[in-house]
């Protein structure tokens, strides 16, 4: 299913990969977020990761409905299959030392 939205999208494909989000509240603001930014698609890992949940769905106010939230079995390989079709894959983390608004992100 992944494979087939990237494909759909082409090279404006632009996804949110997330990895630990087990707060339903946390998918769902996540959610929210991806569609306003308009992502193709919220990737997350089948285990140790929260699902969609009616309070996933609640928090993401319509946005569990409109962007496509696919589970996968492996993360790391989901992300190399993401560079093997073309994708930049960049990572952010809270303790960065640099801004991600700061970062050229032009492609």
Same mark, same amino acid.
């Given at each position: 299913? =992944?494979? !087939?939205?990237?494909? !759909? #999208?082409?090279?404006?494909?632009?996804?949110?990969?997330?990895?630990?989000?087990?707060?339903?509240?946390?998918? *769902?603001?996540?959610?929210?977020?991806? /569609?306003? !930014?308009?992502?193709?698609?919220?990737? #997350?890992?089948?285990?140790?990761?929260?699902?969609?949940?009616?309070?996933?769905? &609640?928090?993401?106010?319509?946005?569990?409905?409109?962007?496509?939230?696919?589970?996968?079995?492996?993360?790391?390989? #989901?992300? /190399? *299959?993401? &560079?093997?079709?073309? =994708?930049?894959?960049?990572?952010?983390? *809270?303790?960065?030392?640099?801004?991600?608004? !700061?970062?050229?992100?032009?492609?």
């Amino acid at each position: 299913a =992944l494979d !087939a939205r990237i494909a !759909a #999208a082409g090279a404006g494909a632009l996804l949110l990969v997330l990895d630990g989000v087990q707060d339903p509240h946390n998918l *769902g603001a996540c959610l929210r977020t991806a /569609e306003a !930014a308009g992502v193709t698609a919220v990737v #997350a890992p089948r285990d140790r990761a929260c699902s969609l949940t009616p309070v996933v769905r &609640k928090v993401a106010a319509g946005a569990a409905e409109l962007v496509p939230f696919v589970q996968v079995t492996n993360l790391v390989r #989901a992300l /190399e *299959g993401v &560079k093997r079709r073309g =994708l930049w894959v960049v990572g952010t983390e *809270g303790e960065a030392a640099r801004d991600l608004f !700061a970062a050229d992100l032009t492609g």
